[in-house]
């Protein structure tokens, strides 16, 4: 019997999603239009390319952050190699 609830419970996630893509497709030129009428211009990249941008500034960020530390630690052990 657990075996059809949990059938269930899968065909109603997959139904409920289907219903979600289907309606942002019906509302996605309402949207458009009404963004047009107030002067908000749409997101040229969309979430994710934004997202995906965020994590190439995070990358780009922590090599320069790694690379100081790098340059820092070498000049304190740099008097240590010198005496060995």
């Known amino acids: 019997m657990n ?4 059938d269930a419970a899968y065909y109603g996630r997959r139904a409920s999603e289907h219903t979600k893509l289907g309606l942002l497709e019906t509302v996605r030129p309402v949207r458009s239009r009404i963004d047009q009428i107030r002067g908000v211009e749409p997101e040229p990249n969309g979430r994710l390319e934004g997202l995906l941008t965020d ?3 995070l990358e780009v960020r922590a090599e320069s ?3 100081e ?3 820092s630690a070498r000049t304190h052990l740099e008097p240590y190699r010198r005496s060995t």
């Open 55 to 57: 994590v190439r500034e």
């Open 65 to 67: 952050e790694a690379r």
């Open 3 to 6: 075996k059809h609830f949990r």
């Open 69 to 71: 530390r790098l340059t």
